[in-house]
Structures are given as structure tokens and as C-alpha cells.
């Protein structure tokens, strides 16, 4: 333990010692990022999780470090196709560093005088000189090739770089009230008296957008179980699902649980809700999370795949069941912008092929006259439209039923058609797809 304590204060002194320029970074400080951003570049693992390990293996870095590192590395990564035409194909981890300070932070050449060599300086002022053409579509866009040709069936030129500049920003931060301890009101009027910037969600009833990042998982509200972290295009995927009290209710790809605490909620703690997953880490995940929220219907299980033999005993005796899809997670890439880098083809195909095998076992478990709910936080078509149309075809006892009237029905006026398709572009959500199907009565 006193070795670890030494070294743990050799490893403090640089940065506590080293000069800071005016944005309150040091020289130390951007060696750290380089080494964050050379490592998630490797893009062998996601993004959140190689800072996650990054951050634990450097425990000394302060809460303001570790939050420019962060935000610097997702800048790049926002704008990596950009920053590769700007600073050389071949360009370092260190230079892509330096360049999105220089051109997407906008830093003034006197902030690089005491963190880079004279040399660096010299090529950051003719980076902060250099004039480039549009490019490519694809290229403005800051999108693959790939990615740019599938979303250009959806939209036309102009709706595809308004999408991606959408992509490109921030997400927003927005929680969820928990009905079984409070109500939105109550918890705006209790985040607005300590300080926080709150507002009521315009979409979801239960939604609250916070401005800013404040330290939520250490306010007394988060702590009691009042409120979860939830983007509102999630929320409304449970109100497509409207879950009963008293029902059964199947949450077939449960992951950590954010949709099934909220299922949860809605069925006000009563009946039978099942929290399916693969992943028994993720499970874990969910039963403290239970625990707080004053939840005592939920129920995870473990599964080997969507065929186990576990699920057996739940066919048709469920009332509702939603399939929150494995999918490419492009819909999410304010969050995750590593992915855009990360998906292909490929993968997208491996994705489609599971997800019609997922939405195939879960209707199973649907009874007469139940309710199956498909989503996705993909934009892509062959991972929602493509998924569903193909279902329906070979389910000819499940039938469409409208989005858009369910939600009226709950106070929600929200213009989505038949299907849901949420985008950051036009709701300032993640983006998601859902489609509501029921099984015939007869």
C-alpha cells in the first residue's frame, strides 16, 4: 500500500507542478489525452469503456482532468473523417489532438505556448491557416461511405448533413421521474431549489432535460431512488409498450434495465415484469437499481440465447413484451461516436439476421390479443422497417397497430405515423425506431 501511495504521488507531481495555459491545461495533461486517444483509436473496444479502464489505471487524475480527456477524445471522434483531410491522412494520434484543439476548440495559438515544442506550434499555426474544399458528402457529414449511401434512401442531401450535424453535437442530459417516489413536478421543484438548471421534458410525461453536467449520482434524489438517467426517446418506447398493473409483462433485452425500472414504475410495482438478458453482468447491474427505485415485480433471468429453454414456461401467457434490439447503435452516436467508425456492413448484416431470430422467439411469448413492441436505436431501414416487414410476413397472427394513436392516448402528441422514428435532428432525442404489433385474438 505505500508503494502504491508513492507512486501514485509521482504520478500527481507533474501535473500539479507543470505550467497551465489559459484553458487550465498543462503540458502533462495533453501527453495523457494523446496516450486516451491512441488508445481508443485502436477501436478494438468501445470508446467509453477503453476511458473507463484508461481512467482506473490512472487514478489520479482529477474530476476536471479526466473530463477534458474525455471531452477532447469524443471531439475527435465526432469530427475524425474532418480532421484526417485537415492534418494528413497518416496524421498521429497527437496531431489529431492537437489539430481539433486548434480548429474544433477554436484555441488560439498563445494557449499551445507552454503544452507543445516550438515545432508543434509551427505546424498548429499553418493548420490554423490551411484552407480546405467541402469534400465529399460523406466527408462533410463526417460519416463513412457506407453509412452516407444507407441513410441517402432515407433522406435527401440536405436531411442527411442537418442529421449528421445533429450526430455531431452532445447529447443532451435528461432523466427520468420515478413514479413509484415522486412525480416530475415535485422533482423539478426539488432539482430547482439546489441549484440545477431543470426543465420538464417536451416529450415524455416523465421526462425533466437538465442543462449542463452536474454531479447527479451523488444528489440525495438520485440516491433515494426519485430519478434515473434516461434519454426521453427511451421513455417513450415503454408508453408504446403501456403496461397494466396486475399484467405480465416480458422485457426480452433487458441489459442493465433503464426501460424495465420504467416498465416497472408504470405497472406501479404489481403483476409480473421478467428482465430477460444474456449478459449476466448486466443483470447484476439492474438489482441495486431495483432497489433503489422501490421496484419489487421485476424479475431478471439469465439466458444462454433467445431459444433457452427457460423462456419455455412464459409462451403465450404474456401480455406484453417488448424487444429493445441488439442493433447497431447508430442512433446513438452523441454519445457513442466511435461506433460510425466501428460498424460495417458486415456487422449490420450479422445484426439483422439476429434481430429477426430475437423478434421471432419473443413473439412467442405474446398471448391472444397481447401486445409485442420492436425497437431499436438504429436509423438504419434493414435493422427497423426490414426487421419488422419481414416478421410480418411470416407472422400473419400479429398485426400492425399505430404509434402515433397510442401515444395520443397517453397525452403524448407526437406526429409519428404507424412507426416511431425518433432522430436528434428533428426531437433533440437519440434516435430511435419502434414498431407496435398485436397478436390476433382469435
Not at 450526430?167 to 435528461?174: F, G, Y
Not at 437538465?210 to 426521453?232: C, I
Not at 442512433?331 to 460510425?340: I, W
Request: glycine fraction near 8%.
Amino acid at each position: 500500500m505505500k508503494a502504491n501511495a508513492k507512486q501514485g504521488k509521482r504520478n500527481t507531481a507533474p501535473l500539479i507542478a507543470a505550467k497551465v495555459n489559459a484553458a487550465g491545461v498543462s503540458r502533462p495533461l495533453l501527453v495523457q489525452a494523446t496516450q486516451a486517444l491512441g488508445a481508443v483509436l485502436c477501436m478494438e473496444h468501445p470508446a467509453d469503456a477503453v476511458l473507463s479502464r484508461y481512467f482506473r489505471e490512472h487514478p489520479t487524475l482529477g474530476q476536471r482532468d479526466r473530463a477534458f480527456v474525455a471531452e477532447t477524445i469524443y471531439g475527435v471522434l465526432r469530427r475524425l473523417r474532418w480532421l484526417r483531410r485537415l492534418a494528413g491522412a497518416e496524421a498521429t494520434p497527437r496531431q489529431l489532438l492537437l489539430a481539433w484543439l486548434a480548429r474544433g476548440e477554436g484555441w488560439p495559438l498563445r494557449h499551445f505556448e507552454d503544452v507543445t515544442a516550438p515545432a508543434e506550434r509551427e505546424w498548429i499555426a499553418g493548420l490554423k491557416a490551411r484552407e480546405m474544399d467541402e469534400g465529399s458528402l460523406a466527408e462533410r457529414a463526417d460519416l463513412p461511405d457506407w453509412l452516407v449511401e444507407r441513410l441517402l434512401y432515407l433522406t435527401d442531401e440536405a436531411g442527411l448533413l442537418a442529421l449528421a450535424r445533429s450526430l455531431n453535437r452532445p447529447a443532451p442530459l435528461d432523466l427520468r421521474a420515478n413514479l413509484i417516489k415522486t412525480d416530475r413536478e415535485a422533482l423539478l421543484t426539488r432539482l430547482q431549489a439546489d441549484g440545477i438548471a431543470a426543465e420538464a421534458g417536451a416529450l415524455s410525461p416523465h421526462a425533466i432535460r437538465v442543462a449542463g453536467k452536474p454531479a447527479l449520482h451523488k444528489h440525495p434524489a438520485f440516491l433515494d431512488g426519485s430519478f434515473e438517467v434516461q434519454d426521453q426517446g427511451s421513455q417513450l418506447l415503454s408508453f408504446l409498450v403501456q403496461p397494466k398493473r396486475g399484467e405480465m409483462v416480458v422485457d426480452f433485452c433487458a441489459g442493465a434495465g433503464g426501460k424495465t425500472l420504467h416498465l416497472g414504475a408504470m405497472m406501479r410495482s404489481t403483476g409480473r415484469l421478467y428482465a430477460l438478458d444474456v449478459s449476466e453482468r448486466r443483470l447484476a447491474k439492474l438489482k441495486p437499481r431495483m432497489a433503489r427505485a422501490g421496484l419489487t415485480n421485476v424479475h431478471p433471468v439469465c439466458i444462454a440465447h433467445e431459444h433457452d429453454a427457460r423462456i419455455k414456461r412464459l409462451v403465450g401467457k404474456a401480455d406484453r413484451v417488448l424487444v429493445d434490439a441488439p442493433c447497431s447503435g447508430l442512433g446513438t452516436l452523441r454519445r457513442n461516436p466511435d461506433l460510425k467508425w466501428r460498424q460495417s456492413p458486415q456487422s449490420v448484416a450479422e445484426m439483422v439476421a439476429k434481430q429477426g431470430s430475437i423478434l421471432a422467439a419473443a413473439a412467442r411469448l405474446v398471448r391472444p390479443g397481447g401486445r409485442l413492441v420492436y425497437a431499436t436505436c438504429s436509423l438504419l431501414a434493414e435493422e427497423n422497417d426490414g426487421v419488422v416487414d419481414a416478421f410480418l410476413a411470416q407472422h400473419p397472427d400479429f398485426q400492425a397497430v399505430g404509434a402515433q394513436d397510442i401515444l395520443a392516448k397517453q397525452g403524448i402528441a407526437l406526429d409519428t405515423g404507424l412507426r416511431l422514428r425518433l432522430s436528434p435532428a428533428n426531437h433533440d432525442t437519440d434516435g430511435f425506431f419502434a414498431a407496435v404489433l398485436e397478436r390476433h385474438a382469435g
